[in-house]
């Protein structure tokens, strides 16, 4: 097992993983563009450590640091971006997340007049979680909480095609959809824009509920693991995740509403197109077994998401994406 220094200090293995190359945080992007220069070749399965800062690009580092100081520029730092050898513009490309490993220390800030609770908050606070073992621990008037961690993927995607992307905005491409089921052993799907794809990611969360309504998660630098390859899927609609229990279309517009349609239109394809089904029968299976979901409210364009259980199409004969004729 190859061994690859890792952003914590030590060198260390990876459980499980042959690792083929790291790509450290200091390559970042704050845009999503299609002109964007790639920072590092990977081949499809080759196996990729992408470390990341924290989504205020680690310049907090202890609560009497000021917002007056604070760079507003250097918000949602992805680390990339990463050229796919083989994706072509049109590809369906799938990117598995082997791997996320975490800082044992996440922040939260309140800011006055941010997030869905802006109205609210009237003072600006810097709050530091301790991490220990499989927990993070917050601190409350109270006294603390344990609350077990579920370490995931705020900003993940690839380079829209004729335009730029502010990296904190969440789009066809993906970008900042802080959707809390990216994460270890999740596999995303994204439509190729550009040759190469231009993936990049970061914002990574110890743990968030869904909403993200202060406007943050528990906020943490870490690593990724990653690899990609293109699937022989064209009509799968994206950003769609899986993981081992369901599959989930993501969908962001100005509105919650228009984002909850577009979500939910996005699965009737996947269960038409990809899976097969009737509209009606999968109407009826959306209505009976599917859940419509929030990810995240407070940043530029709304984020929801529609889950569909695999238990479900595994009982009707549905059993994977694509042919079964996986590469990697």
Request: charged residues 20%; aromatic residues 6%; glycine residues 10%.
């Amino acid at each position: 097992m190859l061994l690859h220094k890792s952003a914590f200090g030590a060198v260390k293995k990876l459980r499980g993983v042959v690792v083929n190359k790291f790509l450290a945080k200091d390559k970042v992007i704050y845009s999503f563009d299609p002109v964007m220069e790639p920072v590092i070749s990977i081949d499809q399965c080759e196996i990729l450590t992408i470390e990341t800062m924290d989504c205020f690009a680690n310049q907090i580092q202890g609560v009497s640091d000021s917002f007056e100081s604070f760079d507003w520029s250097r918000v949602n730092p992805a680390t990339g971006p990463v050229y796919i050898r083989g994706v072509k513009a049109g590809d369906i490309v799938r990117v598995d997340i082997l791997r996320i490993e975490i800082a044992d220390r996440a922040l939260m800030v309140t800011i006055p007049g941010a997030g869905a609770l802006a109205e609210h908050i009237v003072d600006a606070e810097r709050t530091f979680l301790k991490k220990e073992g499989d927990m993070l621990i917050l601190d409350t008037e109270r006294g603390p909480l344990d609350i077990p961690i579920n370490p995931m993927v705020g900003v993940i995607g690839m380079a829209p095609k004729n335009k730029h992307v502010p990296t904190g905005t969440p789009e066809e491409h993906g970008g900042n959809m802080d959707c809390r089921l990216i994460t270890e052993g999740s596999s995303i799907y994204f439509r190729a824009e550009v040759d190469g794809g231009l993936f990049a990611c970061g914002d990574l969360h110890a743990v968030m509920g869904d909403g993200e309504v202060l406007i943050c998660g528990a906020e943490v630098p870490g690593e990724v693991t990653m690899r990609a390859q293109v699937v022989d899927v064209p009509e799968l609609p994206t950003p769609l995740v899986e993981n081992a229990g369901l599959y989930a279309t993501i969908a962001s517009a100005e509105t919650l509403d228009e984002a909850s349609k577009l979500a939910t239109d996005m699965m009737l394809s996947f269960l038409t197109q990809t899976v097969g089904f009737s509209v009606n029968d999968a109407g009826r299976l959306m209505s009976l077994v599917g859940n419509l979901r929030t990810c995240q409210i407070v940043d530029p364009l709304l984020t929801a998401r529609f889950e569909f259980p695999k238990w479900a199409l595994s009982e009707l004969g549905f059993t994977h994406i694509g042919k079964g004729d996986s590469v990697c």
